[in-house]
């Protein structure tokens, strides 16, 4: 079975702005989703939901990435 690397799965050799891009455009994402599920449509509530558990995870990274910044100093 392969296993699928999501954008927060790659690590914390990610840089800042790549992070704070893909947060932006699953941000959009969402809130396209979510704008058709609030008129009926069903199966864009699942990926609504997708799309806020990516930016869950991309949030994580972002503070360890905060977090490991501060701990440098």
């Known amino acids: 079975m392969k296993t699928r690397k999501t954008k927060a799965s790659l690590g914390t050799e990610r840089t800042k702005m790549s992070v704070m891009d893909d947060l932006k455009a699953e941000f959009v994402v969402w809130e396209r989703e979510d704008y058709?599920?609030?008129n009926g449509n069903k199966a864009a509530g699942t990926r609504a939901r997708k799309a806020?558990?990516?930016i869950k995870k991309l949030s994580q990274l972002r503070r360890k990435?905060?977090?490991d910044i501060?701990?440098?100093e």
């Open 52 to 54: 806020l558990q990516e």
């Open 65 to 67: 990435q905060i977090q």
């Open 36 to 38: 058709l599920f609030q």
């Open 70 to 72: 501060k701990n440098a």
